[in-house]
Each structure stands twice: as C-alpha cells, then as structure tokens.
C-alpha cells in the first residue's frame, strides 16, 4: 500500500483560500526504492488549507500530522516525556544523549530514531521504509551519517543542525575526536556557504550547563516535538537551494580533505600527507587532465627537501622537459590549499614567485625581474622565493641574492641526440671528440639539380624522414625565413601529405578564417593542406593559439618557427615531437647563445611519446668553427642588468625606493642596493665606478630631472638627509611611465590643454602613442600622405599640433630634399597614431595592416601596447590635480583600445568568456547591456546563440552578476565618500 502524502494543514478563516507552493523534493541516489517513493508522494496536491493565519504558534495546531489520524508530533511528545523520565535513559559522554528502545505509545512503522551527536540530530528510515528509535552506530561511522543525510536536509535543518552542534560544544569533547569535528564544521560551513537560510526561523536558545542535569532541562524545556516544529516552520520558508547538494557534498568532502592536509603540512612529520600535503583529488585531477601517473624521483625528492618544508627560498636546476613546472605546480597549491596564501607568479605579494631565473639576464625585462625580487627581499621576510631554469651557470650569484639553497639534476624523461649537419653529412654532437663531434651517417635523399637549387640545406630530405608520423620544428632566423620554408616544402612535398588527417585541416582553414573575418593568410591557406604552417610575431593571437592548438592535437606535423616559440610554449602536447631543426645557427643577425641553442634542442622527445628525440643543426662550412665552439662553451653567465637601462633599470629602481618609502636616505638606499644582484656583483664594476658612486649619480639625475627632493651627499653629515618625491615622480611611478620620457609625456600633456582637440580621438590617440614603439617604425610616405589627406581640417591641424606640418609629409611622399629638421620620433609617433585612429575606426586588424603595408600581429601588438600605454597616462594624470580634464577621456579610451569594437559593444565584452563575435552575437540577440546578461537564463541563451554551450552561457551569466555587482559596490563606495562628513570642518568659539 502506498504511503499517504506528507500534509501539513492550518487553519483558516471561512471563505478564506490561502495556497502555499513547495519545492519538489529530490530523491539521492543512495536512496532505496521505497525512499524515493515517499519523496516523491510528497509532490501530491496539499490539503486546501482554511486559514489565513500565519503565525507560528497555530500553523499545526489540532491538525499537525505526518499521516493517518495520528499526530506523530503528540506522540514523540508523549513518548520523549515518558523516556526522560524513565530509569533506563541512557546518557553517553561526550554529548551523545542515545534514548533507549522505545515500548508502547508508537507504532513500529512509525518510531523514530533520533541520534543527537556533538554535532548534527540524525534521522533514519530502516530498510521497510519505517522510522525507528534505536542507539546510534559506531562513532567511526557518525561522519558517514552526517554526510548521507545531508544530502536529503533543508537548509533550515541544517541551521538547526548548527545550532545543536552550539550546545554540544560547550559539553567535554574527547581528543579523539576533536579533529573530526573541526573537519566536520568546515563541511558544514561549505554548505552554509552556499544555501540560503531563512533567518527568521525559530530556534529557542538552549541551555549551556554541560551537567547532565541541565541536559534534563533541556529536553523538559525544549522537547524535541518544539524542535520539529521549528524545522518545519523553517522548511516551510526556507528558499529553495540554488546549489545541487550532492555538488555541496562533493565540495564539503574535498575541504574536509584540504582540512586534514593543512594540518599534516604544517606539522614537523616528514610524511606529509597523500600527495604531497595535498588532498588526495589533486593525485585524480593530475591523472585525469595529464596523464601522470606518478612523479620522477628527483621531483619527489626535491619536494621533500627540508628546504622547501620548512619554506625556505629555492633554486631548483633541471635541462627543457624535465618536468619542472609540475614541481612548480604542487608548491602553487600546497600554498593555495593549505596555507591559504596568496600566489602570484612573476609580480608576488605574498606568497611563492617562480619564474625562469635566467630572464633576470634578458634586458629590461630582467632588470624587472630583479628589481621586484630585491624589493620582496628587502620588504617581506615572511615571502618564499622559489626560482626554476634549465640554463644555469654562475648560481653561486642568484644564491647569494636570493638567499637560497640550490637543487639540481641532470634527470631528462627522453634522450636527447644532438646532430650538426654541413652539406649533406650528418654529425653526432660528442663532447669527449677532439672537435666537439663525430661522423654519423649521409642523407640518403635524392636531390635533382631544380630541388637542390631551392633546397640547398636539405631541409626536405631532413622533415620526410619524420613527418607526418612524428611532429618537426624548425627554427628560422628570421620571419620571412619561416614563410619562405614553408612555402618551399609545400611545392616539392607528395600529394599523398594532404590525405593526411584532410577533414581535420579543412577545419583549421575555417577557423582560420572565421577569426579573421573572413580573411585567411594566402600562406596559410597553400601550406595548412600539406600540414604545415609558420609561427611569429606576424600572426595575430588567436591565429597563433590555433595554430599551436592544431600542432598540439597532430592535426599540424611542422612548425617553421622563430627562436620565441623555444621560450614559453610547451609543445607539443599530445603529439610526439621527434625531431627539431634549426635552419641556421643565428637568431636575427646574432650569433646563437649556448643559452639559446638548449633552449631550441630541448623541445624535442617527449616523455611516454618517444624513446628519443632529436636536433639538427644546418651548419655551413664557414661557421663551423663557431658551431664548434658552441658545441664546447659552457653556458652563459647571468648578471644584472640594472645597469643595461638606466632609465628602466637603476634609476626606476632608485624612485620606486624612494617613493615606496622602503628607503628614504642615501644610506638606506646604500644598504638595499648591496642586497641586489647587482650589489652581489659589484666586483665586476669597472673600478673607475664603485656601487655607491652610481646610487649617488643616480639619485641626482632623478632631482635634476623634477622627480625627487633632497640633496645627496656621502659625507657622513649628510647620509641621513630625507629624500621626498616630487608630484611628477610619484605620478611617474605609479603611471609606471619610462623615466626617458616622463618629462616629455607632462610636456605634452601640458600644451594639450591649451588647444586639445576633441573633433575625434586621434589627439588623444597620439598623446597614448607609446613613445618606445617609434624606433622600429619605419613609415611608408605614401600611404603617410593618403591618410593625412583623409582626415577632415580640425584633423589636420593635430599634426601641425604636434610638430609634424604638411608641407614636411609632402615632400618626403614626393621625394623632395628637407631643409627644416623635424624629430623623426615625433613624425613616427604620429604615423602610428594614424594606425591606431584607422583602427578604431574599422576594427578590422586585417584591412588595417593592408592598408599601412603591416603584418597583422605587428598592428596588434600596437594595439595592445598603446592600450596598456593609455592605462599608465590615465594612472599619470589621476596623479597630477592638473590633469584631471583627462580622466574622463582617457578612461573611454582606454576601453577602445582595449577592445577594439564599435562601442556599443564594450559593456558586454568586459564580461568573461565573450569575445568581439560572441558580444555581435549577444547585442544582435537583445542583450546589449551588462544588465541584459546579468539577469539572462542560461538556457535561453543556449537556445538563442550559436554555439554557446551551457557552461559557457552560465560563465557569461555568473561573471555579468559579478561586474554588475562590483560596479555597484563602487559607486556605493563613491556615495559614501561624498556623504562623508569632514573632520576639518572649521568651528567657532
């Protein structure tokens, strides 16, 4: 027979109709049959209720039962009084009150087994679908419990639940079991978390004598029908959870398991946990995504260095493919998860830098490098540095800068054969030979006098030894060299590379083309058919993902590549990379570094892919002797290079110090610079200029220039002299503005104010210009004079503005001699802003790049640069009162350049997940606000877009309620800053 329909009846004033929906019920999938039968009967139609009176004193009144004629709320009254007051009441330490076995007053299909615990009530059902009282089970199986039945609670249950665990708490709780309630808590805070709660659900305060006296009271004073009927007073209101409560659980378990990890790293015990202190979900996750089944040896032991458990700084030293970056990994989230610190990578605050320690020798890159790293140093001695390379040689240097202990092996998964190659003869790199390398074997490639004209290396013979079985890269000097070859291999390759993986590359064509517009590069579209592309500068981002994303999956066997694709992309990733050639041994019209040529090789075998993996290096007869030497050096020795660029270097440095507060006096200035890798190499300066003597030099080129206020001296008098910045220096800074032209930028600013014209943003756009982007600029005067010529007369009058007049144009477009010098900075800078206005105009990267004869990846990292530039002007003028005519127009523009779309289409861009194509897609669909999309439902977005799937339309949804919330709380922030009261308002006495 079925179970009745669970009723609850109130009642009502006559003629009065009063309906109250509920929230089907869900049955989990631990429950029997008969369970979700009774879940389900709950969903019947209620009893047409007769009053419509809602307090809570007579909500159940004469008619509060579950079923039958019965009031199951009398009965577990009648039946808890009898109980409490009988001889056989068993009550357990710690704080578990366990009722004996119940006699008379309750059927046995309808006796209920309550378990009050430390922390939750437990309600069970036995196997004949009948409620029962009887002893819990074992404490071991009490988490258990309390997981299963969560599942199947309301969230006011589970308020309850808390407010039990309040009263037992102040009861004597055992050791044993002290850790599994703090873990226990945390699950049920996860849960809280993500409910909602009706507040205003009653829960009478308990008492908190922890006698056994005052357990009596309680359940006189608060019988335990009270607490079911406030459960379901609470059920009764409570909101729906937004949430699905197995995905809680599944989150609950795994903080708990963060719970026990963090506790177990922070103890001194060498076994650490599972893996590695984390939960055991991280060893699943890596598996499932990364096919790793278990770590390297040296990865183990370097994990277990005391060094790294007792968060000390860190050098660790492996050759390319390794597996550094996983080591790198574990240490992220060892902190994330169970300290709860902050990471950030490169730029840190708090917690782990990790970064590839041979950049600090890169240029102005690495002086910033070196720069946050001594700051972090100097700041937080509570911050672990830990520092990962493959090309390492003086790390006696980076030891002693750091601070740091030093790991290193010479573990690499796969072997690596290197080979030279000088005419068609193939040599076997050897360092144990005389001359670095010995005979190996000849090509064995039939070359007609035609192929041996356009392959003159043999690069041909070298790739169809590889492909398209195994994966090939070949490294070009330069990025035409990359076109070329690829051009070339296509013309003399067999048909019979296009069958390969045909549908696969005919999908690449059209993604190519849909993230172009339409358009696709006439090289890309001959070569991607063969299973070929190139890979530089010139391409945009998205073309260059695709195309890394298609060599990755196979789809593409050869990359003609340039020497940055060594640096930072770890490819491939599914597919085996057999072979790496590099076409020549010169990056532009340099030489080849050691540093760079392991950098290159180390690309090839990959790990469970490959028994091996290996490099080529064509060499020409008369560079033998420098590949030789090469072969023999050592690698390159890391310095600083503070020193390289001043302006971005020492004296970037020296202002941020000062201005920062972190040292405000020549002596304090002293002392920090000796900590940096600089001061660890201060021997190497020529002894004409001592340390000390560039600080000082340094510090008055930076009051010369109107950045700083004070006077330097290394007399003993004066050392201790308070340097200040000035207005310009800390809108510099902060603007992170290039000290070479932070005067000129607040010049120009200047003079804009007298006549900016706001016609169009092209005023603008060449005041956000970045200035180091002119030197490589080389304009066409042609294509100079047809824009200039475009543009309307207010127009016009810019360049006359900015120093560039028409006549100068003119005659450099025609050919004609100059006699008046004009800064050809200032004429470059203006040629680019012509870029960027045509740009903003059409945003459309390829008929720009046509129209000013430019790749497209060069205009898009203008784009990107000039948008980052305008950032730091905005930051410059916000700190010069002066300025603040710009704020509003810099701010817009800031978001064009960022975007780079009609600006109707910003708003829905900010919102993660949505593109320029995709933001088309909302606006043409209705939703052209970030109002729209915060209060879109994500299954009409799935119906109404494209190609949205339902994690991406719930992203956009989720992350549109975020923005739309953040930009609320700021102006509620802005409101209350202008509501604020003074505290100098002037009072009369």
């Not at 199947?152 to 079991?177: G, T």
């Not at 004209?453 to 398209?468: F, G, M, N, W």
């Not at 200035?669 to 021997?683: A, E, P």
Request: net charge neutral.
């Amino acid at each position: 027979m079925d179970e009745p329909g669970l009723a609850v009846r109130r009642k009502s004033c006559p003629g009065s109709v009063r309906k109250r929906s509920r929230a089907p019920v869900q049955p989990s999938a631990s429950c029997s049959p008969v369970d979700r039968k009774r879940l389900n009967s709950a969903e019947e139609p209620l009893a047409e209720p007769s009053c419509g009176n809602d307090s809570e004193e007579d909500m159940f009144g004469d008619y509060d039962s579950f079923c039958g004629n019965d009031s199951l709320l009398a009965q577990v009254d009648d039946i808890e009084h009898k109980y409490l007051q009988d001889e056989k009441l068993a009550i357990k330490p710690p704080g578990e009150i366990i009722p004996g076995n119940l006699q008379p007053g309750l059927p046995q299909k309808k006796q209920v087994n309550f378990s009050i615990t430390e922390n939750t009530v437990v309600l069970k059902a036995d196997k004949e679908d009948a409620f029962q009282v009887g002893e819990t089970d074992a404490v071991d199986n009490n988490q258990e419990q309390t997981d299963s039945i969560l599942d199947e609670l309301p969230s006011s249950q589970l308020l309850y639940f808390e407010k039990m665990h309040e009263l037992s708490s102040v009861s004597r709780i055992s050791p044993a079991s002290e850790g599994r309630n703090k873990c226990v808590n945390t699950s049920l805070e996860k849960i809280r978390s993500t409910s909602s709660f009706y507040h205003d659900a009653e829960h009478r305060k308990r008492p908190t004598d922890s006698s056994s006296d005052s357990r009596s009271d309680l359940f006189k004073t608060e019988s335990l029908k009270d607490h079911l009927k406030s459960a379901m007073t609470g059920n009764a209101k409570a909101q729906t959870l937004q949430v699905s409560k197995t995905k809680q659980l599944q989150e609950a378990v795994l903080s708990e398991e963060i719970c026990v990890a963090r506790k177990t790293i922070e103890s001194s015990s060498v076994d650490i946990g599972p893996f590695y202190g984390l939960p055991s979900k991280v060893k699943d996750l890596f598996r499932q995504f990364r096919g790793i089944e278990m770590l390297y040896e040296w990865q183990h032991d370097c994990l277990m260095l005391e060094s790294l458990q007792q968060r000390r700084n860190l050098i660790y030293s492996l050759p390319t493919s390794g597996g550094k970056t996983l080591v790198a990994e574990i240490i992220i989230l060892q902190e994330l998860l169970c300290r709860q610190k902050d990471v950030l990578m490169i730029l840190p605050f708090v917690a782990i830098v990790q970064e590839k320690l041979h950049m600090i020798g890169e240029g102005s890159r690495g002086a910033t490098l070196e720069m946050t790293l001594a700051k972090i140093l100097y700041a937080s001695k509570n911050t672990q540095i830990v520092g990962m390379s493959a090309t390492l040689n003086n790390v006696g240097d980076l030891q002693k800068f750091l601070q740091a202990e030093y790991y290193t092996n010479n573990f690499r998964p796969v072997e690596l054969k290197e080979y030279i190659k000088i005419r068609d003869t193939i040599y076997a790199v050897d360092s144990k030979a005389e001359n670095g390398f010995t005979f190996s074997r000849l090509l064995n490639f039939k070359y007609s006098s035609n192929l041996e004209k356009a392959d003159p290396d043999h690069i041909i013979a070298l790739v169809t030894e590889v492909i398209p079985k195994y994966s090939c890269l070949i490294f070009c000097p330069t990025k035409k060299n990359c076109e070329n070859v690829a051009s070339m291999l296509c013309k003399y390759l067999k048909k019979e590379f296009r069958a390969h993986r045909e549908k696969e590359k005919q999908d690449l064509i059209k993604n190519l083309k849909y993230i172009g517009n339409g358009s696709v590069c006439p090289i890309l579209k001959q070569t991607v058919p063969f299973g070929i592309a190139y890979h530089h500068s010139g391409l945009t981002n998205d073309e260059r993902k695709i195309i890394e994303e298609a060599y990755s999956a196979g789809v593409l066997c050869l990359l003609a590549c340039t020497a940055t694709l060594a640096a930072g992309v770890n490819l491939p990733a599914r597919r085996p990379l057999h072979r790496v050639i590099l076409r020549a041994p010169y990056v532009a019209n340099d030489f080849l570094k050691k540093n760079q040529y392991k950098q290159m090789i180390g690309r090839a075998g990959r790990a469970g892919i490959d028994s091996a993996g290996e490099s080529i290096l064509i060499v020409q007869e008369k560079d033998k002797h420098l590949v030789q030497g090469l072969i023999n050096s050592p690698l390159e020795n890391c310095y600083s290079n503070l020193l390289l660029e001043l302006t971005k270097g020492m004296q970037t440095l020296l202002l941020s110090l000062v201005g920062l507060k972190i040292a405000v006096t020549y002596e304090e200035v002293n002392n920090f610079m000796c900590g940096t890798l600089l001061g660890v190499q201060k021997q190497l300066l020529s002894k004409e200029r001592s340390l000390s003597e560039i600080i000082k030099d340094g510090l008055e080129k930076l009051i010369e220039k109107g950045l700083l206020k004070g006077r330097i001296s290394e007399k003993d008098s004066h050392s201790k002299c308070t340097l200040t910045v000035t207005p310009l220096g800390k809108a510099t800074y902060k603007g992170s503005i290039d000290l070479a032209y932070c005067n000129v930028l607040y010049r120009e600013l200047k003079k804009g104010l007298e006549g900016l014209i706001l016609e169009s943003n092209l005023h603008l756009l060449y005041l956000t210009t970045p200035y180091d982007t002119t030197s490589n600029c080389s304009p066409d005067w042609l294509i100079y004079l047809r824009q200039f010529n475009q543009l309307s007369g207010a127009e016009q009058k810019v360049a006359d503005i900015v120093g560039v007049p028409e006549s100068f144009i003119t005659k450099k477009a025609s050919g004609q001699a100059i006699r008046k010098n004009v800064d050809s900075a200032v004429v470059n800078r203006l040629y680019l802003s012509f870029v960027l206005y045509t740009l903003l105009k059409e945003t459309n990267i390829w008929s720009v790049s046509e129209k000013f004869n430019m790749s497209r990846g060069y205009v898009q990292n203008l784009l990107n640069s000039a948008a980052s530039f305008a950032s730091c002007v905005l930051r410059f003028c916000e700190e010069l009162e002066e300025f603040w005519v710009y704020k509003a127009l810099l701010t817009e523009l800031t978001k064009r350049l960022t975007y780079c779309v009609k600006t109707e289409l910003i708003p829905l861009m900010e919102v993660a997940g949505v593109l320029e194509a995709r933001a088309k897609q909302l606006y043409n669909a209705g939703y052209k606000t970030l109002a729209h999309l915060a209060n879109a439902d994500p299954e009409t977005l799935v119906k109404m877009i494209d190609h949205l799937s339902r994690r991406q339309a719930k992203q956009i949804v989720s992350s549109a309620k975020m923005l739309l919330s953040e930009k609320a709380e700021a102006l509620q922030e802005e409101v209350e800053e202008l509501l604020k009261v003074p505290t100098d308002i002037p009072e009369t006495y």
